[in-house]
């Protein structure tokens, strides 16, 4: 295994070592102590922002994939019960379909932690060797990278709470060791536990929350068995590892505190929090409160729509009929664009099968700004070509 890991460790080696270096730079004191435990809290940390770009990927699929589930429901019911080969291809299809339609994917809320666990077993080798490193009989290398036997002795002789970092549950009889360790993995499962259900809990629709929903069964079974799986494996697993993966959960959840907060999920839980915190802001302004302010704008759009039906004129009274201005024009536009898009809210509340008021209400307000920028990009478009041809006409 260390041959396939080597390079990766040789870089956390480098970023451990480096890490410590600043931190002795600025003031901690050298050799063994809290420095090489912080390295390991700032290795994780340099690995976390490695990898920002994946989390926002994760989050984006997961609201993806939350939005589209009572549309999934309701193709799994179009296909329950059909198992000949032409359903079960035309089923696949139409998913993929529903994947491309929201723009997400299955698989991307899993490239963080893909990305993190060569990192992670790179760490668990590094530490496992320090012993060999430091008594120099470690086969082929003198050193992992930076990670020269002197500084191997100083890390294997800093501890947490009493517990070297190269020390795991079953390596050591020391009860220090066996309490620091069992307290740790306490600790990573609950951070694990908890980093999984708040996005269950608090960022997911109700629609998407019945028991009938397969992505919200995975979710709950994968809630225990992570947990489980970490309580069981960690009795193997180093104090520094151990810091590693405490460290990464918490980060992971303050990532989702964030998200949550400001990103909610529309018709969740956190969306209702985050609209009563700017309703209270709105309220203490002298401002309306969103509902009432999407209510008038509604109205508002509602109203332009509304207007005299325009009478039909005779070819021979069109051809004198004055050229309409650009403005004219440009409002004719709109009450076009206003009325399609009156239709489409029908036909959308005769679609929304299983969504709840909260979610049609926001899905009609982002088409509508779609439609809003189209056609002001089109009158946009309109009054060039006026222009264009105002300038060719003779005086």
Not at 18 to 30: A, D, E, K, T, W
Not at 41 to 69: D, H, Y
Request: aromatic share 8%; glycine share 6%.
């Amino acid at each position: 295994m260390d041959t396939i890991l080597w390079p990766l460790m040789v870089a956390v080696a480098w970023v451990m070592v480096s890490i410590h270096r600043f931190l002795v730079f600025i003031g901690l004191p050298g050799g063994p102590g809290i420095a090489w435990v912080l390295s390991i809290i700032g290795l994780t940390m340099f690995v976390r922002l490695l990898i920002m770009p994946l989390f926002v990927r994760q989050i984006r699929a997961s609201r993806g994939i939350q939005l589209m589930q009572p549309e999934l429901q309701a193709l799994q019911n179009k296909y329950k019960g059909k198992k000949d080969p032409v359903s079960q291809q035309r089923h696949q299809e139409e998913m993929m379909a529903l994947y491309r339609k929201h723009n997400t994917n299955p698989f991307a809320s899993c490239l963080p932690i893909v990305f993190q666990m060569p990192v992670f077993f790179a760490l668990f080798r590094v530490l496992a060797n320090l012993e060999a490193v430091a008594t120099e009989t470690y086969a082929n290398h003198a050193s992992i990278g930076p990670l020269t036997a002197e500084l191997a002795k100083d890390v294997q002789a800093s501890t947490v709470f009493g517990a070297p970092l190269s020390s795991s549950f079953m390596s050591s009889d020391d009860g220090t060791v066996k309490a620091v360790t069992a307290a740790m993995i306490a600790l990573m499962c609950i951070t694990q536990w908890y980093t999984m259900a708040q996005l269950s809990m608090k960022n997911m629709p109700e629609s998407a929350k019945s028991a009938d929903n397969p992505a919200m069964r995975t979710q709950r079974m994968m809630m225990v068995v992570m947990p489980l799986v970490f309580a069981f494996t960690g009795v193997q697993f180093q104090i520094g590892v151990l810091v590693y993966w405490v460290t990464t959960n918490l980060w992971t959840m303050g990532q989702q505190f964030f998200t949550i907060r400001k990103m909610p999920v529309p018709g969740s839980e956190a969306e209702k929090k985050m609209r009563a915190r700017e309703n209270a802001k709105r309220a203490r302004k002298g401002l309306p409160s969103l509902e009432e302010e999407e209510r008038a704008k509604a109205e508002a759009e509602g109203t332009a729509t509304s207007g005299q039906r325009a009478q039909p004129v005779r070819k021979d009274r069109q051809k004198k009929r004055p050229q309409k201005t650009s403005a004219t024009a440009s409002a004719d536009t709109s009450a076009s664009e206003d009325a399609e898009s009156e239709t489409n809210d029908a036909q959308e509340r005769t679609n929304a099968v299983g969504l709840t008021p909260e979610e049609i209400a926001r899905r009609r307000y982002e088409r509508r700004a779609r439609a809003r920028k189209q056609a002001a990009a089109k009158r946009k478009g309109q009054a060039g070509k006026n222009k264009k041809n105002n300038r060719r006409k003779p005086h």
